[in-house]
Protein backbone atom coordinates (compact mmCIF):
# COMPACT_ATOMS: atom_id res chain seq x y z
CA UNK A 1 0.00 0.00 0.00
CA UNK A 2 1.06 3.69 -0.61
CA UNK A 3 3.01 4.70 2.70
CA UNK A 4 4.98 1.47 3.16
CA UNK A 5 8.65 1.74 1.80
CA UNK A 6 9.85 -1.07 -0.26
CA UNK A 7 12.24 -2.75 1.61
CA UNK A 8 14.60 -3.34 -1.64
CA UNK A 9 14.65 0.30 -3.32
CA UNK A 10 17.84 1.24 -1.73
CA UNK A 11 19.71 -1.55 -3.98
CA UNK A 12 17.84 0.36 -6.74
CA UNK A 13 18.43 3.44 -8.89
CA UNK A 14 14.89 5.21 -10.15
CA UNK A 15 14.60 8.19 -12.44
CA UNK A 16 11.28 10.39 -12.60
CA UNK A 17 9.59 10.66 -16.16
CA UNK A 18 8.79 14.29 -16.35
CA UNK A 19 6.18 13.60 -19.38
CA UNK A 20 3.55 12.22 -16.89
CA UNK A 21 4.98 13.09 -13.31
CA UNK A 22 4.89 17.00 -11.90
CA UNK A 23 2.77 17.60 -15.52
CA UNK A 24 0.98 20.12 -13.00
CA UNK A 25 4.07 22.71 -13.53
CA UNK A 26 5.39 24.38 -16.36
CA UNK A 27 8.28 22.09 -17.94
CA UNK A 28 10.56 24.26 -17.19
CA UNK A 29 9.77 23.78 -13.21
CA UNK A 30 9.43 20.26 -13.63
CA UNK A 31 13.21 19.19 -13.46
CA UNK A 32 13.58 21.52 -10.01
CA UNK A 33 10.42 19.75 -8.59
CA UNK A 34 11.76 16.26 -9.00
CA UNK A 35 15.16 17.05 -7.26
CA UNK A 36 13.33 18.51 -4.45
CA UNK A 37 11.52 15.22 -3.77
CA UNK A 38 14.71 13.77 -3.95
CA UNK A 39 15.50 12.59 -7.01
CA UNK A 40 18.92 12.79 -8.61
CA UNK A 41 17.52 11.79 -12.36
CA UNK A 42 14.81 12.57 -14.61
CA UNK A 43 13.64 11.29 -17.89
CA UNK A 44 11.57 12.52 -20.65
CA UNK A 45 9.12 11.97 -23.93
CA UNK A 46 9.50 14.41 -26.28
CA UNK A 47 8.39 17.39 -24.75
CA UNK A 48 7.55 19.38 -27.74
CA UNK A 49 4.53 17.80 -29.59
CA UNK A 50 4.20 20.09 -32.08
CA UNK A 51 7.40 19.75 -33.62
CA UNK A 52 10.62 17.46 -33.81
CA UNK A 53 12.37 20.45 -34.78
CA UNK A 54 12.04 23.08 -31.73
CA UNK A 55 14.06 26.47 -31.87
CA UNK A 56 17.58 26.17 -30.05
CA UNK A 57 16.18 28.71 -27.30
CA UNK A 58 13.98 25.90 -26.35
CA UNK A 59 16.72 23.56 -26.25
CA UNK A 60 19.06 25.60 -24.45
CA UNK A 61 16.20 26.61 -22.13
CA UNK A 62 15.31 23.23 -20.82
CA UNK A 63 19.08 22.09 -21.12
CA UNK A 64 19.50 24.75 -18.72
CA UNK A 65 16.16 23.78 -16.35
CA UNK A 66 17.93 20.33 -16.65
CA UNK A 67 21.62 21.60 -15.32
CA UNK A 68 20.58 23.85 -13.31
CA UNK A 69 18.41 21.56 -11.16
CA UNK A 70 21.09 19.17 -10.46
CA UNK A 71 19.79 16.54 -12.04
CA UNK A 72 20.66 14.18 -14.57
CA UNK A 73 18.77 13.18 -18.07
CA UNK A 74 18.58 9.53 -18.42
CA UNK A 75 16.26 9.00 -21.51
CA UNK A 76 14.75 10.79 -23.97
CA UNK A 77 11.73 9.82 -26.37
CA UNK A 78 12.88 10.91 -29.97
CA UNK A 79 9.66 12.65 -31.88
CA UNK A 80 6.12 10.19 -31.91
CA UNK A 81 3.30 12.79 -32.30
CA UNK A 82 1.07 14.00 -29.65
CA UNK A 83 1.52 12.33 -26.26
CA UNK A 84 -0.32 11.58 -24.24
CA UNK A 85 -3.04 11.18 -27.16
CA UNK A 86 -4.23 9.46 -30.06
CA UNK A 87 -0.87 8.47 -31.42
CA UNK A 88 1.43 6.30 -30.73
CA UNK A 89 4.77 6.94 -32.52
CA UNK A 90 5.86 8.72 -36.19
CA UNK A 91 8.69 6.48 -36.89
CA UNK A 92 6.11 3.79 -39.78
CA UNK A 93 3.79 6.16 -40.27
CA UNK A 94 4.11 6.45 -43.99
CA UNK A 95 4.07 10.37 -45.36
CA UNK A 96 4.16 13.65 -43.21
CA UNK A 97 4.76 11.79 -39.96
CA UNK A 98 8.17 9.68 -40.52
CA UNK A 99 9.62 12.45 -42.48
CA UNK A 100 8.98 15.04 -38.87
CA UNK A 101 10.68 11.50 -37.34
CA UNK A 102 13.74 12.00 -39.51
CA UNK A 103 13.89 15.41 -38.93
CA UNK A 104 14.28 14.75 -35.56
CA UNK A 105 16.62 12.27 -34.91
CA UNK A 106 19.56 14.55 -35.31
CA UNK A 107 18.04 17.07 -33.01
CA UNK A 108 17.08 14.48 -30.26
CA UNK A 109 19.97 12.53 -30.45
CA UNK A 110 22.47 15.75 -30.02
CA UNK A 111 20.27 17.21 -26.69
CA UNK A 112 20.56 13.96 -24.94
CA UNK A 113 24.16 13.79 -25.98
CA UNK A 114 24.64 17.39 -24.55
CA UNK A 115 23.27 16.03 -21.10
CA UNK A 116 25.00 13.01 -21.12
CA UNK A 117 22.01 10.67 -21.49
CA UNK A 118 22.82 7.34 -22.83
CA UNK A 119 18.86 6.18 -23.72
CA UNK A 120 16.74 6.94 -26.63
CA UNK A 121 13.24 5.09 -27.28
CA UNK A 122 11.72 5.51 -30.58
CA UNK A 123 7.99 4.31 -30.16
CA UNK A 124 6.89 2.05 -33.19
CA UNK A 125 3.78 4.12 -35.24
CA UNK A 126 0.31 3.39 -35.38
CA UNK A 127 -1.33 0.62 -38.38
CA UNK A 128 -2.59 3.10 -40.69
CA UNK A 129 -5.74 1.94 -42.23
CA UNK A 130 -5.57 0.99 -46.25
CA UNK A 131 -1.42 0.91 -45.97
CA UNK A 132 0.26 -3.06 -46.04
CA UNK A 133 1.77 -3.34 -42.58
CA UNK A 134 4.73 -4.93 -44.49
CA UNK A 135 5.33 -1.21 -45.90
CA UNK A 136 5.29 0.31 -42.30
CA UNK A 137 7.45 -2.22 -41.02
CA UNK A 138 9.97 -1.62 -43.95
CA UNK A 139 9.96 1.57 -43.20
CA UNK A 140 10.55 1.72 -39.61
CA UNK A 141 13.55 -0.77 -39.99
CA UNK A 142 14.87 1.92 -42.29
CA UNK A 143 13.81 4.78 -39.87
CA UNK A 144 15.22 2.89 -36.60
CA UNK A 145 18.65 1.88 -38.02
CA UNK A 146 18.89 5.53 -38.92
CA UNK A 147 17.71 6.27 -34.94
CA UNK A 148 20.49 3.19 -34.27
CA UNK A 149 23.26 5.30 -35.98
CA UNK A 150 22.08 8.87 -34.60
CA UNK A 151 22.32 6.92 -31.02
CA UNK A 152 25.26 5.60 -31.18
CA UNK A 153 26.98 8.77 -32.51
CA UNK A 154 26.54 10.16 -28.84
CA UNK A 155 26.99 6.71 -26.87
CA UNK A 156 23.75 6.21 -26.46
CA UNK A 157 21.31 3.13 -27.17
CA UNK A 158 18.37 3.26 -28.78
CA UNK A 159 15.21 1.68 -27.48
CA UNK A 160 12.39 0.02 -28.48
CA UNK A 161 9.00 -0.75 -26.99
CA UNK A 162 6.21 -2.40 -26.65
CA UNK A 163 2.93 -1.10 -25.45
CA UNK A 164 -0.30 -2.82 -24.59
CA UNK A 165 -3.22 -3.77 -27.15
CA UNK A 166 -5.97 -2.00 -24.58
CA UNK A 167 -5.09 1.48 -24.66
CA UNK A 168 -2.92 1.23 -28.12
CA UNK A 169 -4.99 -1.49 -30.55
CA UNK A 170 -3.89 -0.26 -33.26
CA UNK A 171 0.21 -0.57 -32.57
CA UNK A 172 1.64 -3.46 -33.48
CA UNK A 173 4.55 -4.06 -30.87
CA UNK A 174 2.03 -4.89 -27.65
CA UNK A 175 4.58 -8.20 -26.68
CA UNK A 176 7.55 -8.55 -25.09
CA UNK A 177 8.49 -11.02 -27.99
CA UNK A 178 7.48 -8.50 -31.29
CA UNK A 179 9.26 -5.19 -29.61
CA UNK A 180 12.50 -8.03 -29.24
CA UNK A 181 12.21 -9.39 -32.96
CA UNK A 182 12.46 -5.92 -33.82
CA UNK A 183 15.12 -4.77 -31.70
CA UNK A 184 17.18 -8.19 -33.04
CA UNK A 185 16.33 -7.26 -36.45
CA UNK A 186 17.94 -3.32 -36.25
CA UNK A 187 21.01 -4.96 -33.98
CA UNK A 188 21.24 -7.09 -37.73
CA UNK A 189 20.48 -4.78 -39.92
CA UNK A 190 22.41 -1.88 -38.45
CA UNK A 191 25.73 -3.66 -37.53
CA UNK A 192 25.90 -1.93 -34.25
CA UNK A 193 24.38 -3.85 -31.71
CA UNK A 194 23.04 -1.01 -29.76
CA UNK A 195 19.31 -1.79 -29.91
CA UNK A 196 17.75 -2.46 -26.58
CA UNK A 197 14.01 -3.58 -25.52
CA UNK A 198 12.05 -0.86 -22.96
CA UNK A 199 10.69 -3.86 -20.42
CA UNK A 200 7.66 -1.81 -19.75
CA UNK A 201 6.09 -3.46 -16.59
CA UNK A 202 2.83 -2.06 -16.97
CA UNK A 203 1.99 -2.19 -20.30
CA UNK A 204 3.48 -6.18 -20.72
CA UNK A 205 0.98 -6.78 -17.39
CA UNK A 206 -1.75 -4.84 -19.49
CA UNK A 207 -1.15 -7.68 -21.98
CA UNK A 208 -1.45 -10.22 -19.71
CA UNK A 209 2.12 -11.59 -19.92
CA UNK A 210 4.22 -14.00 -17.37
CA UNK A 211 6.38 -10.69 -15.84
CA UNK A 212 8.58 -13.01 -14.45
CA UNK A 213 9.16 -15.51 -17.32
CA UNK A 214 9.21 -12.26 -19.51
CA UNK A 215 11.93 -11.33 -16.86
CA UNK A 216 13.95 -14.42 -17.13
CA UNK A 217 13.98 -14.44 -20.52
CA UNK A 218 14.91 -10.90 -21.90
CA UNK A 219 16.88 -9.33 -19.30
CA UNK A 220 20.04 -9.74 -21.21
CA UNK A 221 18.10 -7.77 -23.86
CA UNK A 222 16.84 -4.84 -22.03
CA UNK A 223 18.37 -1.44 -21.85
CA UNK A 224 15.99 0.22 -19.48
CA UNK A 225 12.70 -0.50 -17.61
CA UNK A 226 9.23 0.97 -16.43
CA UNK A 227 6.83 0.85 -13.64
CA UNK A 228 3.53 1.49 -12.90
CA UNK A 229 1.07 -0.30 -10.97
CA UNK A 230 -2.12 -2.07 -12.51
CA UNK A 231 -5.20 -1.23 -12.20
CA UNK A 232 -4.89 1.96 -12.98
CA UNK A 233 -1.06 3.25 -13.81
CA UNK A 234 -0.54 4.49 -10.53
CA UNK A 235 2.06 4.36 -7.91
CA UNK A 236 3.51 1.13 -6.81
CA UNK A 237 0.84 -0.24 -4.17
CA UNK A 238 -2.09 1.40 -5.47
CA UNK A 239 -3.34 -1.40 -7.91
CA UNK A 240 -2.10 -5.77 -7.33
CA UNK A 241 1.80 -5.54 -9.37
CA UNK A 242 4.06 -7.44 -7.00
CA UNK A 243 6.50 -4.70 -8.52
CA UNK A 244 9.05 -4.22 -5.62
CA UNK A 245 9.53 -8.75 -5.97
CA UNK A 246 9.61 -7.93 -10.09
CA UNK A 247 11.80 -5.38 -9.43
CA UNK A 248 14.08 -7.85 -7.35
CA UNK A 249 13.92 -9.74 -9.85
CA UNK A 250 15.53 -7.83 -12.33
CA UNK A 251 18.53 -6.95 -10.17
CA UNK A 252 19.03 -11.29 -9.42
CA UNK A 253 18.64 -11.38 -13.43
CA UNK A 254 21.66 -9.14 -14.15
CA UNK A 255 19.79 -5.47 -15.22
CA UNK A 256 21.47 -2.82 -13.42
CA UNK A 257 19.99 -0.13 -14.90
CA UNK A 258 17.54 3.07 -14.65
CA UNK A 259 13.80 2.11 -13.18
CA UNK A 260 11.81 4.95 -14.85
CA UNK A 261 8.96 5.42 -12.58
CA UNK A 262 6.57 6.53 -15.55
CA UNK A 263 2.91 6.23 -13.37
CA UNK A 264 0.50 9.08 -13.09
CA UNK A 265 0.53 10.83 -9.55
CA UNK A 266 -3.81 10.84 -9.23
CA UNK A 267 -5.74 13.83 -7.43
CA UNK A 268 -3.04 14.68 -5.48
CA UNK A 269 0.39 16.63 -5.80
CA UNK A 270 3.21 14.53 -7.93
CA UNK A 271 5.20 15.27 -4.66
CA UNK A 272 2.96 13.20 -2.65
CA UNK A 273 2.95 10.39 -5.33
CA UNK A 274 6.62 8.60 -3.64
CA UNK A 275 5.92 7.83 -0.22
CA UNK A 276 6.59 4.07 -1.34
CA UNK A 277 10.13 4.74 -2.26
CA UNK A 278 12.89 5.96 0.32
CA UNK A 279 14.21 9.10 -0.15
CA UNK A 280 17.57 7.75 -0.22
CA UNK A 281 16.87 5.72 -3.29
CA UNK A 282 15.23 8.50 -5.42
Not at 70 to 78: E, S
Not at 113 to 139: H, K, M, T
Not at 206 to 214: C, F, I, Q, R
Amino acid sequence: MPGSEWSTAAEQRFTVNLSILFTELPLLERPAAAAAAGFTAVELWWPWVGTPTPARSELDALREAITAAGVRLTGLNFYAGELPGPDRGALSVPGEESERFRANIDVAAAFAGSLGCRSLNALYGNRVSGVNPAEQDALALENLVLAAEAADRHGAVLLIEALNAPESPRYPLVSAPAAVAVVDQVNETSGLGNARFLMDLYHLSMNGEDLPAVIERYAPSTGHVQIADNPGRGAPGTGSLPLEDLVERLRKAGYDGWIGLEYKAGDRPSAEAFDWLPRAAR
